[in-house]
């Protein structure tokens, strides 16, 4: 499976034409991955040596499950980015799908009520597809007005927080596989899958094709809106599923939750090197964006910083990381 | 002031395009770099315009090393270059586009406009183009025109060495004699002109010295009075060129592609004609005349208004580029870049992107199978370089990216083939490869439609030309039985 989907292989020549050294194995240069491989073993090794709370197993338990939500929708994120589109509503799917999973358990057995809720995100996605890709309407307007209007759905559903009762609800959130979080692993599942759908399925292909050049994946005889449709419906889909783990998780659902999410999803992709004009972007990079991410989230509460300081933190950290890549790719 | 450069190697992503190049050009001299698409003359402009940094060797002005960064750095220099592609702001005036570095100002800092104008009225009129009116829009400019303030625009700052790619792509007549005038001025001037063009007719007319460069190496370097066409072209290509055009033998087979009273509103009108399997048909017609057009509607991109495309034998009435691959179509479009190619994508990528499905196994694609393929076309439509499957097709030359493309269409496996204008920009070695391809490909029973605005191309690598004028077919004839002013006659509607 190759990592990059797309776009022209990286080079190491900084800005100013300076080179940098190059590590180069059987014939690729792995430079970008071991800068990022890099990255993320210094903030976990800062973490362990800083704080002894790091290392014990509650704080990692924790660090794997707060992982899914982020990860989750970083990767629905890339399938519309790489169409060279976004999606914005995905902070509220999570949490309309979360209330209504936790309305409907009183009524239904707990799997066919998490299956509703998966469902109301694959519904709002493909809204969002067809809007985009039938009517020609801008992504970014299309999924700001499904912002709003699912959020609003979501209090419409109930004003209140829905804690269900029933423990088996929280199974799906907190059962643990071994050591590892069973959401964790469905996350890693939804990755892999999602690189192999990427990479190595002729609707992938097409998908990472349109966000370079719609018009020449059109004259190939593909469907591209059907394609474009798709990937909106994958981003709704996996911001139902995030939704319905985080209401699990935590074990209440509130019509409240979830916002700003998209712009944890966008940033990691962007981490990752996706670019926003389509067409380029790794699921694997953008995996290690989300790692970089929940570290970095995780490591500043164990330092006790206040939130406010944690968000200005975390914008400074994206740039840098940014800047970095940029230095690192083949100006064109 | 003498430029050199020394064992110029470049690499892309572990590619080498250029395998130590030496250059050396001097003042008051024009320099031509003459070579077929993909022998690296477009890497060749960037590292001297600073916008790629040479992986190996170095550049001297004056015996004196100099690092290039930076397309700054080359400015800094002296060093000045137009690309083919435009690069004006189209929605500013035309003195904006050429005083961007810096406007006449009054006191308090606002800009002198009446000035500002004034000052590019001057620039224009002293190079030869004061028929541009400095206050129009760049973007309401022919293209011609804006390849002339392209030029001006390099012109402000009075390099020391000019680097022109292709400029004479865009011209023709008064504005082609406007050029090479200022050319030959500048040269007076002590400027060095780099001239980077496949027109070799122009190069011998304009050239001091010549350099041929083939496959990222110099192979040759001589003067307009001691070469001639002939030998710069076999110097490209790599061997002589006896005939540009295969001898066509009109075999042609039954009929392959119907098309019936098409007509598409304002664009082109009852529309009819037949091809056969084996043949090649021209399609000749000014620029605006409806060709293009045509093309994307046979081919189901666009809906039509009336008539009905027709393969024989088989389904017609495509709504869908989808359905005419079906049944056995295949367009190259006149846009490589627009509508080709996906230009971020590996030339693998590219050549697979109309039969995703035909490598798969199961639901995935089978990547050994793939490689296969593509290795292929690769080798037998000799895209260079040989191993750039996963090579982004950004980084192929123009003509190389062409027979990606072709590839692409040809994995198909067509009955009808429409190329729209195929050898627009390509250079001679590399269209007579073009034209051997499509030969072959008639003679395996394909149905070519060969759409070109190229008079000579048209009838020479035809067996039949369909005329073209104001959405209308207007004249229909032998290739061998007619003659370039016939056609041209019909093209512009003057009823022979």
Redesign the interface.
């Known amino acids: 499976m190759t990592d990059q989907l797309a776009g022209p292989a990286p080079a190491t020549t900084t800005a100013r034409g300076r080179r940098l050294p190059r590590l180069v194995v059987g014939g690729r240069d792995l430079t970008v991955q071991a800068a990022f491989v890099t990255l993320i073993v210094l903030l976990v090794a800062t973490a362990a040596l800083t704080s002894d709370v790091f290392l014990t197993p509650a704080n990692l338990t924790n660090l794997l499950k707060q992982m899914v939500t982020t990860g989750l929708l970083a990767f629905g994120m890339l399938v519309v980015i790489l169409t060279g589109g976004i999606d914005l509503s995905v902070g509220s799917v999570v949490a309309f799908s979360g209330i209504v999973t936790a309305g409907l358990v009183a009524g239904l057995p707990i799997p066919l009520a998490m299956a509703v809720g998966v469902a109301t995100g694959i519904g709002f996605g493909l809204v969002n597809g067809v809007l985009v890709a039938r009517f020609g309407l801008a992504p970014f307007v299309v999924t700001l007005a499904a912002l709003t209007t699912i959020r609003g759905l979501a209090f419409v559903y109930s004003e209140v927080p829905i804690a269900p009762e029933d423990p088996a609800f929280f199974t799906l959130g907190s059962a643990l596989a071994g050591p590892i979080p069973v959401s964790t692993l469905i996350m890693l599942a939804v990755f892999l899958a999602g690189g192999i759908f990427l990479t190595r399925t002729p609707a992938g292909r097409s998908i990472v094709a349109i966000g370079g050049n719609a018009e020449t994946v059109r004259l190939a005889g593909i469907n591209v809106r059907r394609h474009v449709a798709l990937a909106y419906t994958i981003s709704g889909a996996c911001a139902g599923l995030a939704g319905v783990i985080l209401a699990s998780r935590v074990g209440i659902a509130q019509p409240s939750v979830g916002v700003a999410f998209e712009l944890d999803a966008i940033a990691a992709c962007v981490i990752g090197g996706a670019s926003l004009a389509g067409g380029r972007g790794s699921t694997r990079a953008t995996f290690g964006g989300v790692l970089v991410l929940v570290l970095i989230n995780n490591l500043l509460n164990l330092y006790g910083v206040q939130s406010f300081w944690q968000q200005v933190l975390k914008g400074l950290i994206i740039i840098a990381v940014i800047l970095v890549q940029r230095t690192n790719r083949v100006r064109t | 002031m003498i430029l050199e450069l020394r064992g110029v190697r470049k690499d ?3 590619v080498q395009v250029l395998h130590g190049v030496d250059l050396v050009g001097r003042r008051g001299e024009v320099l031509a770099v003459v070579g077929a698409n993909g022998a690296g003359k477009s890497t060749l402009i960037k590292i001297l315009a600073g ?3 040479m992986s190996e060797g170095e550049m001297r002005m004056d015996g004196e090393r100099v ?4 397309p700054h750095d080359a400015h800094a220099r002296g060093i000045r270059t137009v690309y083919q592609e435009m690069s004006l702001v189209p929605g500013l005036s035309v003195t904006e586009n050429l005083l961007m570095g810096g406007f006449p100002r009054r006191r308090g800092g606002l800009i002198d406009w009446p000035a500002a104008h004034a000052r590019a009225r001057e620039l224009l009129e002293s190079i030869g183009f004061g028929a541009i009116d400095p206050r129009t829009i760049a973007g309401r400019l022919s293209v011609a025109r804006q390849q002339m303030v392209e030029i001006a625009k390099a012109l402000v700052d009075e390099p020391r060495v000019l680097v022109l790619d292709e400029p004479s792509a865009v011209l023709a007549g008064t504005d082609l004699e406007a050029l090479f005038a200022l050319i030959r001025r500048l040269r007076d001037r002590g400027v060095l002109v780099v001239y980077v063009s496949h027109r070799l007719a122009e190069v011998l007319e304009l050239a001091d010295s010549i350099v041929v460069i083939k496959d990222g190496r110099v192979i040759g370097s001589t003067e307009p009075s001691r070469t001639s066409e002939n030998e710069l072209i076999g110097l490209m290509a790599g061997r002589r060129l006896e005939q540009i055009y295969p001898a066509r033998r009109a075999d042609r087979g039954e009929p392959a592609l119907h098309v019936s009273g098409l007509s598409r509103g304002g664009e082109f009108e009852d529309v009819s004609f037949t091809l056969h399997a084996g043949e090649i048909v021209g399609l000749f017609g000014l620029v605006g005349s409806g060709r293009s057009e045509l093309a994307l509607c046979v ?1 189901g ?1 666009e809906p039509a208004s009336a008539g009905e495309v027709r393969v024989a034998g088989g389904p017609g009435g495509f709504r ?3 359905q ?3 049944a056995g179509l295949a ?1 190259v ?1 006149e846009d490589r870049k ?9 030339v693998a ?1 590219n050549i ?3 039969t ?2 035909a490598t ?1 196994r199961g ?3 089978d ?1 050994g199978r793939r490689r296969r393929k593509v290795a292929e076309m690769v080798e037998r439509l000799d895209i260079r370089p040989a191993h750039c499957a996963s090579m ?1 097709t ?2 192929l030359s123009g003509g190389n990216q062409q027979k990606a493309v072709l590839a ?1 269409w040809l994995l ?1 496996g067509p009955r009808v083939l429409i190329l729209d204008e195929p050898t627009r920009g390509v250079d001679m070695a590399t269209r007579v490869e073009i034209y051997r391809m499509i030969d072959d490909l008639a003679r395996e029973g394909l149905s070519v439609l060969l759409i070109s605005s190229d008079l000579t191309e048209v009838l020479g690598a035809t067996d039949r030309v369909l005329v073209m004028n104001q959405g209308r077919i207007t004249g229909e004839a032998r290739s061998d039985a007619v003659t370039e002013d016939e056609v041209l006659t019909y093209a512009i509607g003057r009823t022979a």
């Open positions: 892309y992503a572990g916008a790629q940094p690092e290039m960064r930076s081919f991109a869908t580029p989808g005419a691959i079906a367009l479009t627009g509508s080709g190619l996906v230009l971020g994508m590996t990528d697979m992107l109309a995703l499905r798969t639901p995935l694609i990547f982004t950004l980084h692409k198909t």
